[in-house]
């Protein structure tokens, strides 16, 4: 496979927390990030990955990830706007969740079960996704990180707060710690 695995960036770091840069050469080095980021997606075990997760402050997100038919769905998108279905007609999924830039805890999180995600690929062309079931997921939980959001910003103060006390715990408890 081609691409570099980068270390993934952890929760606290600024990239993180801060609203990332619209991509505006759609160039090689774009298609080398890309390559990087599925190369540091598939190497910490994830089903997506945004930019700013390896550090790098622009609108792109990779996932490789299935559907509720378990239907699996690979690409990238770049400068993605989320659409999210009408008041009305939304569904809430309550499934667990979780995130490379936070090892190890899971929280459940009440999302949309359907989610579509209008931008580009890494040439430039326009691309829609729409998801279901995991999918759907995360395409909002890589677009949240584009927007300078975790998942546990989503999450009420009593929760947010025990995962980043058992994150803290097994940050302590590991070699690398």
Known sequence: ?????????????????????????????????????????????????????????????????????????????????????????????????????????YARLARPDHATVHGFDVTGNAVTVEGTGLLARCLQHETDHLEGKVYIDRLSARTRKKVLKEYEALRAESPAG
């Open 1 to 105: 496979m081609a691409g570099h695995a980068r270390p993934i960036t952890l929760v606290g770091t600024p990239v993180l927390h801060q609203p990332c840069r619209p991509v505006e050469d759609f160039d090689a080095a774009l298609r080398e990030l890309a390559d990087d980021m599925f190369a540091s997606m598939y190497e910490a075990d994830g089903v997506g990955l945004a930019a700013n997760q390896i550090g790098v402050d622009l609108c792109v997100f990779v996932y490789d990830c299935p559907d509720a038919d378990g239907e699996r769905h690979k690409g990238v998108l770049v400068n993605p706007v989320l659409e999210l279905p009408a008041l009305e007609n939304r569904r809430l999924d309550d499934s667990d969740e979780g995130c490379l830039s936070l090892p190890g805890p």
